[in-house]
């Protein structure tokens, strides 16, 4: 996820992407497995979108295996590729069918101009090489698979996913801003954020994990540092340095607020993360994660096919 905030209203989360459907094909070592039911989520994104013929099975295998070698190569952008497919999948509403995976951000203005999305032109520019090759993808198709191939490569969890996402027709079909998460607010603001796009309390947990992947720029979120050491390592170490380590409120010189931690100089956690310790509904979902990786893989895996 996020993974992934607005300045000056640029603070929102880096999390994880994917998209809304019914049936999703899971990679596995880069081999097809079954195609497996996961859940109806009812009405999906709806905008006017270009006509569409999703690629072929085998074109998407082969999609596949370029992206993980292309990201494999430059390690140092997955994050990004992470953030860029949570941005333009993170503005659904499920009540009107309106938001959600369309690519709204390749046209000048609209989403692309929303705080929160400051800096993804750079990700859109470092995967427009390998674009030119599978122009009969769809771009939120494109970015989407480049998100779960991103979390593999940073030794994350296989990622259930699908073709058939349409591109919007222009940039018209944004969305207004403020529908991605505020890092300065609270429990109450995420359930708002996540709820509408039909998630739970746990799975708000589970996606909030990609924090363990990149970092914070100034120059996008107005947030400056990393939530780990090894922000190139998809794991749990965003749950177990949220569990394990002392940490205490400080500003930043642009004056916003953080937490920090003696414990490990340079790391952050921002004012949403720390919420999670605090909500009895959340705290319990971040203790069982700090102790237990792989069930984290699982639920993360499954909330991220959902997103």
């Known amino acids: 996820m996020r993974t992934s905030f607005r300045a000056p209203q640029a603070r929102n989360l880096l999390v994880s992407t994917a998209t809304i459907g019914t049936a999703y094909y899971v990679y596995q070592q880069n081999k097809r497995l079954d195609l497996i039911p996961l859940m109806n989520l009812g009405v999906q994104a709806q905008c ?17 295996k370029d992206m993980m070698d292309f990201i494999g190569k430059r390690r140092n952008m997955a994050p990004l590729m992470i953030r860029l ?11 009107d069918g309106s938001g959600g995976p369309r690519a709204c951000m390749r046209f000048d203005g609209g989403e692309a101009a929303h705080g929160a999305n400051a800096g993804l032109q750079i990700a859109r520019d470092l995967v427009a090489p390998l674009k030119e090759k599978y122009q009969d ?3 939120a198709d494109f970015w989407s698979l480049a998100a779960i191939c991103a979390i593999k490569v940073m030794g994350g969890p296989d990622i259930s996913w699908r073709a058939g996402r349409p591109d919007s027709a222009s940039g018209k079909d944004s969305v207004p801003d403020g529908r991605l998460p505020d890092a300065t607010q609270g429990c109450p603001h995420l359930r708002s954020v996540f709820h509408r796009m039909g998630f739970s ?14 970092m914070c720029h100034g120059d996008r979120s107005g947030f400056i540092g990393p ?13 177990v340095n949220l569990t394990q380590m002392k940490w205490h409120k400080t500003k930043q010189a642009n004056g916003l ?22 909500d009895e509904k959340m705290v319990c979902w971040v203790e069982l994660y700090a102790k237990d990786k792989q069930r984290w893989f699982n639920d993360f895996s499954s909330a991220f096919a959902k997103l």
């Not at 006017?48 to 596949?64: G, I, L, T």
């Not at 497919?85 to 009540?95: E, F, L, V």
């Not at 309390?201 to 990149?214: F, K, N, P, T």
């Not at 937490?259 to 956690?269: K, L, N, R, S």
């Open 137 to 139: 993808f769809s771009n």
């Open 85 to 95: 497919s949570w941005h333009d999948a993170g503005t659904y509403d499920a009540k």
């Open 257 to 278: 607020e953080v937490y920090v931690t003696e414990d490990q100089p340079g790391i952050i956690m921002l004012p949403t993360d720390m919420a999670l310790m605090t």
């Open 227 to 239: 939530w780990t050491t090894t922000a190139l390592d998809f794991d749990n170490a965003f749950f």
């Open 201 to 214: 309390d746990q799975e708000i947990v589970a996606l909030s994990g990609a924090h363990a992947v990149g």
């Open 48 to 64: 006017a979108s270009v006509a569409y013929q999703k690629p072929s099975q085998d074109r998407v295998d082969q999609c596949h």
